[in-house]
Nanobody
Framework: QVLLVESGGGLVQPGGSLTLSCGTS????????LAWFLQAPGKEREVVGCIHSSGNALYRDHVKGRFTISRDNSKNTFDLQLNELEIEDSGVYYC???????????????????WGQGAQVTVSS
């Protein structure tokens, strides 16, 4: 069983930065494709970016250049660095994992088998 535990999140002003971390256990991280999802109020959970087992990351257009996903297989962790935050970035962020080497930006939430508990990010002045 793969377990994901998130940390980070909080309240930040527009233009600010946050880091979300996801620690994993139960499976070697290098065998997993990983993703970060955002569930904004009243909306479906949508992927904001994902990272192949190779370390190559993909991003939705609206976060490109602002968000960065990284992974450390030796520590079984992966992070989401959020910069230049906008009010529209607010919501609950979830880390997610699926067995296999590749991830896809068109994947829906049901493509992922393992989930973190979620971390609230509120961007407000």
């Amino acid at each position: 069983q793969v377990l994901l535990v998130e940390s980070g999140g909080g309240l930040v002003q527009p233009g600010g930065s946050l880091t979300l971390s996801c620690g994993t256990s139960g499976f070697r991280l290098e065998h997993l494709a990983l993703a970060w999802f955002l569930q904004a109020p009243g909306k479906e959970r949508e992927v904001v970016g994902c990272i192949h087992s190779s370390g190559n990351a993909l991003y939705r257009d609206h976060v490109k250049g602002r968000f960065t996903i990284s992974r450390d297989n030796s520590k079984n962790t992966f992070d989401l660095q959020l910069n230049e935050l906008e009010i529209e970035d607010s919501g609950v962020y979830y880390c997610a994992a699926v067995l296999g080497p590749r991830c896809y930006l068109h994947d829906k939430a049901d493509a992922y088998h393992y989930w973190g508990q979620g971390a609230q990010v509120t961007v407000s002045s």
